[in-house]
């Protein structure tokens, strides 16, 4: 009667080492046979979730980028309108006209509108 007892302890023991996890022992057991389909699929929606996941992460490192090169772009349209600005300035066109050597001077009296 003893040797009968210790047959379920000697059965947990096997089950427990490593080579019973390796040999695939473990798809052999009443509880993964009766779960397969559940099993199943529960791998597949952790296969779906880690790619949307990734698939997620490479969308949020090419807005990051498509967000840095319109900042960048940006800022350099701010620049150039800056300029425009200060080549445009009265002072400015009267400079360039006298170096140029053009013959041309700015009016002495303002604008009128002829016609409202």
């Given at each position: 009667m003893n040797g009968e007892n210790q047959s379920p302890e000697k059965k947990k023991k096997k089950r427990l080492s490593f080579l019973y996890f390796v040999?695939?022992?473990?798809?052999?057991?009443?509880?993964?046979?009766?779960?397969t389909k559940m099993i199943v699929v529960i791998i597949l929606l952790v296969v779906v979730y880690i790619g949307n996941r990734y698939s997620c992460l490479l969308k949020l490192r090419e807005i990051d980028r498509l967000q840095r090169e319109l900042r960048d772009v940006k800022y350099e349209s701010v620049a150039l309108s800056g300029q425009l600005t200060g080549s445009n300035r009265r002072s400015q066109i009267e400079a360039l006209v006298e170096a140029q050597g053009l013959n041309l001077e700015s009016a002495k009296t303002p604008p009128y509108m002829l016609y409202k």
């Open positions: 040999s695939g022992g473990v798809l052999k057991e009443e509880f993964v046979l009766r779960h």
